[in-house]
Structures are given as C-alpha cells and as structure tokens.
C-alpha cells in the first residue's frame, strides 16, 4: 500500500505477515527499510510489483535492528546488489548470526544466514542512498544497535522508521503507546529509558514501525506518550492506570 508519495508498506500485519517492511521511490532506485523474515519476502514482491516497483534496482536495505523477523532475508537482498546498512552493535550479530538475532516468535521458519553488512553508521550520520537522504538516530535497549531511520517527504513532513522501538494499542478509545518485546539476549531496560528520554522531544509527523499500526499524523504525541509510559510503568506500581492496557 502507498503510505505518501514515494513511501510504501511491502509486507506486515496489514499483509498477514510478521514484520512491516517498507520501500522509498528514488528516481528509478528503490531503497527498503527491514528486510522482513521468511513470510514477508514473497508478500513484499508481490507488493513491489503492484505498486511499479519490482523493475526499480534496491540499491540499499536498512535495518532497524539485528531481530531475525527483520534482519532475515538480508542476505537474499544483498544477493541481488543491495547494500546492507545497520548500525555496528547490531551488524555484528548480523555477520555472526548469533543468539542475538533470534526470533522467539512462532512464525519465523527459516534458519538464519549470516550476511556482510556494508554500511554501519554512527548515531546522526546521514547516507545518501542513490539520491534518497536518511537520517540514523542511535535508540539503544530494545537491541544495542537499534536505531530510527529519519526522512523528509518533498511536502516536508518528518518520517521516522522506527523498528520494535514504537507501537500503539488501545484501551477503549484512546490511542496509547506500547512496548514490542523485551525477550532479546542485548535487551536492556536503563539504556531503553534513558533512550526514551533522548527521543521524547523529537520531531515526528509520521511514525512507521516495524509491527502493529503507522502513525501517519502527530507521531511526535506518541514519542512523548512512550515516554510517559515508562515513568509509569518502569518505576514501580503507580496510583494511575489508565494508560495501562495490555
């Protein structure tokens, strides 16, 4: 599906797959955000070709973080020329294929192939991919190397990827922020909160996570309610519970 102009989801929940997978239009090049795992590579070429895209070269994949339902099909892009990216901590595991890549969910099938990663930027560093500018803000906890990727539409709105850092639920009909899972092997909880903290004030129109629901207006609303929810829910039992649902 088209999300704005130049941005499309491939794969993910909306599909009936695990992992949101997203693509950004250059001029004739196409750029993915996630890699997806084994039920969501099929899905996003058959999305790829919908939607015109499927004769476009992927010049580049960019991985949120080293998760398999993310970071499983790099090897299969990277075959067909794509460059890899995926900032250093989480790189490693990529390249090693340890136990930081594992996926405890029920739906990963495939054994995971250890790929070269090509680009490992830094927090703030911005890659030039075929002509698409994107942005890379280091948000450690969830993995060591997680990260936003940031992009600005042509109408100038702010577009942050932002892997299993981000989601939303309900509770009745009031839309709240949630955590995706804390099982990984690098999660940490004080280096997650204090990321939390770093982001809170960002700049966001427009939020794409990895799982679960876009935000396509406000998105900076719920990186502060994220925020809010960890002071909650993170220090101990608290009197209010209403942003507690799940």
């Known amino acids: 599906m088209q999300i704005v102009k130049n941005i499309y989801q491939l794969a993910g929940e909306s599909f009936g797959t695990t992992s949101n997978m997203y693509a950004i239009k250059g001029n004739d090049t196409v750029v993915l955000i996630e890699g997806g795992g084994s039920d969501d590579l099929e899905v996003a070429k058959e999305t790829m070709k919908y939607w015109g895209l499927s004769d476009l070269p992927i010049t580049h994949v960019f991985l949120t973080h080293s998760h398999a339902d993310h970071s499983g099909n790099a090897h299969i892009y990277k075959e067909l020329g794509a460059k890899i990216v995926a900032l250093s901590g989480d790189a490693e595991a990529i390249e090693n294929g340890d136990d930081r890549v594992i996926d405890y969910g029920p739906f990963h099938k495939q054994r995971f192939v250890p790929c070269p990663v090509d680009i490992k930027p830094k927090d703030g560093d911005n890659i030039n ?110 009197p209010v519970d209403r942003y507690k649902y799940d």
């Open 129 to 238: 991919a075929a002509g698409i500018e994107i942005k890379v803000i280091h948000v450690p906890g969830h993995t060591s190397g997680s990260n936003f990727f940031k992009y600005v539409t042509e109408d100038g709105r702010v577009v942050l990827f932002t892997g299993d850092i981000v989601g939303v639920g309900y509770k009745g009909d009031f839309r709240l922020a949630r955590f995706w899972w804390s099982g990984g092997s690098d999660y940490d909880r004080k280096i997650f909160f204090e990321s939390l903290k770093r982001i809170k004030d960002l700049e966001a129109d427009i939020l794409l996570p990895s799982h679960g629901e876009k935000i396509l207006r406000n998105g900076w609303k719920i990186l502060k309610s994220l925020y809010l929810r960890a002071l909650l829910d993170w220090r101990g039992p608290h």
